[in-house]
C-alpha cells in the first residue's frame, strides 16, 4: 500500500523557516517524480513545487522561487520542502504528491500538513 | 484567478447527469494531458480521471472525462449522494513550467 506521510507543518511569524518532510512506503520512491501541492483555507488547490527522480531538475509557482527549495533523498525514501522567508499568504495545508506516468497525472496524496504564518 | 477556468459549482439531481468544463489554454490543455481530482470533505484529493480520458483502477466507469483543444470536461452519471465533492482539473503548462489546476467545482447532488 501506497503511503506518504508529511511532517514539520507548524505556526511560525512571517519572516521565519521551516522544513516540511515526507516519508514514502509502498512504492520505489526513487522511480516517481514528486510533488508537492498546497491548498490555502477554504481555497482550491495549487501547485508548489516538483522534482525529478534522481532531483537534476526542479520547478517552482513564481511566488514561492527563491524562498522554497525542493528536494529529496532516495536512500530514505523522503521528500522535503525548506521554506524560508515565510509570508502570510504561504498559509495552507501541504501535501505530498507522486506523480506517476505523464507529467502531472497526481496519482497519490498524503494528508497533508499544516502551515500557519501568522503575524 | 486560476490558469484554468471551471465552473464553481453545478447540481443536478441523484441519478442524473452532469458535466464539469475545464477551460484552458495551448501551453496546458491544448498540448498536455489534463487530469481529474475528486476532494471530498475534509479528505485529501484523490486523482479521478488521468491522461485525458483513463480511470485508474478503482473507479467506477459512471467517470468520464474528455479533452478537445484548450477544453476538457468530466462526466459523471447515475449521480449519488457520496459523489458531492469538489473536482479539479489539472495540468502541465509547458510556457510556465509549472503545473496548473483549475479553481475547481463544487458538486451538490440535490
Known amino acids: 500500500e501506497v503511503q506518504l506521510v508529511e511532517s514539520g507543518g507548524g505556526l511560525v511569524e512571517p519572516g521565519g523557516s521551516l522544513r516540511l518532510s515526507c516519508a514514502v512506503s509502498g512504492f520505489s520512491f526513487r522511480t516517481y517524480s514528486m510533488n508537492w501541492v498546497r491548498q490555502a483555507p477554504g481555497k482550491g488547490l495549487e501547485w508548489v513545487s516538483s522534482?525529478?527522480?534522481?532531483?537534476?531538475?526542479?520547478f517552482y509557482i513564481d511566488s514561492v522561487k527563491g524562498r522554497f527549495t525542493i528536494s529529496r533523498d532516495n536512500a530514505k525514501n523522503s521528500l522535503y520542502l525548506q521554506m524560508n522567508s515565510l509570508r502570510v499568504e504561504d498559509t495552507a495545508l501541504y501535501y505530498c504528491v507522486t506523480e506517476g506516468g505523464a507529467p502531472q497525472v497526481l496519482d497519490h496524496w498524503g494528508q497533508g500538513t499544516l502551515v500557519t504564518v501568522y503575524s | 484567478q486560476s490558469v484554468l477556468t471551471q465552473p464553481p459549482s453545478v447540481s443536478a439531481a441523484p441519478g442524473q447527469k452532469v458535466i464539469i468544463s475545464c477551460s484552458g489554454s495551448t501551453s496546458n490543455i491544448g498540448n498536455n494531458y489534463v487530469s481529474w481530482y475528486q476532494q471530498l470533505p475534509g479528505t485529501a484529493p484523490k486523482l479521478l480521471m488521468y491522461e485525458n480520458n483513463k480511470r485508474p483502477s478503482g473507479i467506477p466507469d459512471r467517470f468520464s472525462a474528455s479533452k478537445s483543444g484548450t477544453s476538457a470536461t468530466l462526466g459523471i452519471t447515475g449521480l449519488q449522494t457520496g459523489d458531492e465533492a469538489d473536482y479539479y482539473c489539472?495540468?502541465?503548462?509547458?510556457?510556465?513550467?509549472?503545473?496548473?489546476f483549475g479553481g475547481g467545482t463544487k458538486l451538490t447532488v440535490l
Open positions: 489539472g495540468a502541465w503548462d509547458s510556457s510556465l513550467r509549472v503545473g496548473v
Open positions: 522534482i525529478s527522480k534522481s532531483a537534476s531538475s526542479t
